[in-house]
């Protein structure tokens, strides 16, 4: 008979609530241009445009540069 009492009422399922725009909008920004950066490093990363003197930073992606498909030698 206790347990009767004890038995709690179904409630319903929490509803998840969106995430608005207007606080998801500028991760999407800084998400974004941290993947223009690093497909800047792995693409372009060598030659006249280059940032880094040397080729550290070729060195560094080189097998990144062939899985992606950027002819580099």
Request: glycine share 10%; with cysteine.
């Amino acid at each position: 008979m206790t347990e009767a009492v004890l038995d709690r009422v179904a409630q319903p399922a929490a509803q998840p609530t969106p995430i608005p725009l207007r606080e998801l909008l500028p991760w999407v920004v800084f998400g974004g241009l941290l993947l223009l950066l690093a497909l800047y490093f792995v693409g372009a990363e060598q030659g006249a445009t280059s940032l880094v003197p040397g080729m550290y930073v070729h060195e560094f992606v080189h097998d990144g540069r062939h899985l992606l498909g950027f002819p580099c030698h």
